[in-house]
């Protein structure tokens, strides 16, 4: 039983370089999340998604991208690296029924902007 | 404007004893509390959770209290257990939108159990 699974485990881009951090979950999970963790900080809301095809913002979405093409894959695009985003990338999907249904998360990216 | 707060980065405890760690929120629309534990490079796992229309969840050696009045809420862990060491992150959201759980979560509190 997988769970969640992100790829890459880290990476090292150059200021201006694109890369795609890549989520896939196999619990049939409905919702997907993207947050990152800067250090000595919790996690903060980049975007979600309640289904393929939709998605929306959350807290922090300024210079990424998602998509949602699949109920298993939730990709998160960075098109301009900058060293802002210099952080830890944690993926989370879970079953629909709001507030009850807790969060499952993947052991995330670390991921460095040089 | 950080609106769910952690103001202890770390905790020492006894093996044995009692571990208190602390979450305070200004968000007076949050509705849905959780703690979720976090050991190094791996992700947080959800531990427990309370409703704003609860004062008390237990879950075996897990006990989570929320005093709305005082926008407070407190895990304890008792007794504590070298495996307890991990870092606890105390997260709220307030409604779901579209049925997603949209977390805000404190910066973490380190706790360590020494034998």
């Known amino acids: 039983n997988a769970g969640v699974t992100q790829t890459p485990k880290f990476r090292i881009l150059k200021i201006g370089q694109s890369m795609t951090l890549q989520c896939t979950q196999d619990?049939?999970?409905?919702?997907m999340y993207w947050y990152r963790q800067d250090p000595g900080m919790g996690l903060k809301l980049i975007y979600y998604s309640v289904g393929a095809g939709i998605t929306d913002k959350g807290e922090v979405p300024n210079g990424y991208n998602v998509s949602r093409s699949t109920t298993e894959d939730f990709p998160l695009r960075l098109e301009l690296a900058a060293p802002s985003q210099t952080s830890v990338y944690f993926c989370?999907?879970?079953?629909?029924?709001?507030?009850?249904?807790?969060?499952?998360f993947g052991d995330g990216t670390r991921l460095s902007i040089l | 404007d950080q609106q769910v707060k952690q103001n202890s980065p770390s905790l020492s405890v006894q093996e044995g004893r009692i571990s208190i760690l602390n979450c305070d929120y200004t968000?007076?629309?949050?509705?849905?509390f959780l703690w979720y534990k976090k050991y190094p490079a791996e992700g947080p796992t959800f531990l427990i959770s309370i409703s704003s229309i609860k004062d008390k969840n237990e879950d075996g050696r897990f006990t989570v209290f929320l005093n709305k009045s005082a926008k407070h809420l407190s895990l304890h862990i008792v007794p504590s257990q070298p495996g307890d060491s991990a870092v606890y992150f105390c997260?709220?959201?307030?409604?779901?939108?579209?049925?997603?759980?949209?977390?805000?979560f404190g910066q973490g509190t380190r706790l360590t159990i020494n034998p």
């Open positions: 997260a709220a959201s307030a409604g779901s939108s579209q049925g997603a759980q949209k977390l805000v």
């Open positions: 619990m049939n999970h409905n919702y």
């Open positions: 968000n007076s629309m949050f509705d849905y």
């Open positions: 989370a999907s879970s079953y629909p029924g709001g507030s009850n249904q807790p969060q499952h």
